[in-house]
């Protein structure tokens, strides 16, 4: 699962197209706009630029429901894997947007959680936080730590505020969109994971709900909610271990601080 220069080279130019789209998004999505328009123009702009959104028609077993968007977009009390909608987008939603895409064989996966106008302060404060607790997370990514001192970085940022989710994780990507190792996004001692190397690309992306961890997977085999109905957020980065230390593949230039 180790990248060699050649093969980063190709993930860099992926996570760049999903970085660039994103920063597009930060534009577009406002009070009026529904998650099947912005669905349609991410899945226009992956197309234009020689890619494949990797969400679309994804399944991980054959009896399984196809996922019908190119991003999943997650309003409010979602969670993750939320399909894009005819519903309009009103001030005060939190959505997150995940996207993956596929280009030139070589996989960029990423999220965001927008903030959409007058948000209550206390869900903005846990969107910084989880950012705030990834940008942690990526900075231990260096050659002799442990996958599991990601689980612990992002923990240790979140303190027992909020609900990790526990039952979805990151992961590596490379050739394909989700490759070993699993990235449990709490601490767990008995969890060290394998050792870090350089050429490993990790998609770390914590899910943290305002409420309970406690989620569910709703009738259509793909939204996952919270249990308690509160809003949660979700931010995801690729990131290579390199000689230099990490490197953001999707880096959008939104990290400030
Ligand atoms: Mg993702
Ligand atoms: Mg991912």
Redesign the pocket.
Known sequence: MLKNTLQLDYMRQSGKLVADIFNHLKTVIKPGVTGLEIDAIVEDMIRSRGGRPAFKNYTQHPDMTPFPGSI?WSMNEEVIHGFPSNIKVKDGDVISV???VDLNGYYG???YTFLVGNVDPEVRKMSDLTQKALWEAIQICEPGNYIGDIGKAIESVLKKQYGIVREFCGHGIGTKLHEKPSIVNYYDPKRKGPKMEIGMVL?I?PMINLGTERIMVKEDGWTVVTQDGKPSCHW?HTVAITRNGPVILTDRGDFNF
């Open positions: 999943c995940d996207m993956g996966d990423s999220a998609a992306e995801e």
